[in-house]
């Protein structure tokens, strides 16, 4: 059985972060800043992983009304959830799971190299080391979804609706 591992990436071979993935290669927590190089982002990793015991866990609320939890040693943050969430409940959930996964991850030495799609690609949600966190930009819901959708009848069970 595969476990949790924590990966050094690079955007672009500009930005480097680092993000833990579950065996499911899953992201679930990443850097919480950008790093100027490897070794960095690397050391970065060494201090979450000293600091796993007594990490305090703490969810917070950003201005769009999303969700996501951190993790704090000493006033410094040095993990964030991946993603962000629109129910309080959920980084909740999934902080209860965080400390166990990350304590019994691996570290892989190979750096993963993306490339951006863009400046809202979501490894590039964070500033650069020292400027803290920046939410991701929010594209209006029709832009994201696009024109409402038909669908069959046989799909439905019956009569036609319209989804978003």
């Given at each position: ?80 959830s ?5 129910r ?7 902080t ?21 799609a863009g ?8 500033r ?10 929010r ?6 979804r ?9 799909a ?6 319209v989804?978003?």
């Amino acid at each position: 059985m595969s476990r949790a591992r924590f990966q050094v990436f690079t955007v672009d071979r500009t930005e480097v972060g680092w993000r833990c993935v579950a065996s499911n290669n899953r992201a679930f927590a990443r850097s919480p800043e950008l790093y100027v190089d490897e070794d960095a982002a690397r050391a970065a990793v060494g201090a979450l992983l000293q600091a796993g015991p007594v990490l305090a866990l703490s969810v917070v609320l950003d201005t769009q009304g999303r969700w996501r939890w951190l993790a704090e040693h000493q006033g410094e943050v040095l993990a964030v959830s991946s993603r962000w969430y629109y129910r309080r409940v959920e980084p909740g959930t999934a902080t209860a799971q965080f400390r166990p996964a990350a304590g019994a991850a691996t570290v892989v030495d190979q750096v993963a190299r993306f490339t951006a799609a863009g400046p809202d690609h979501p490894l590039l949600r964070t500033r650069r080391a020292g400027s803290g966190l920046v939410p991701p930009t929010r594209r209006p819901l029709a832009e994201r979804r696009g024109p409402p959708r038909r669908m069959s009848s046989r799909a439905t069970g019956g009569g036609s609706h319209v989804t978003t």
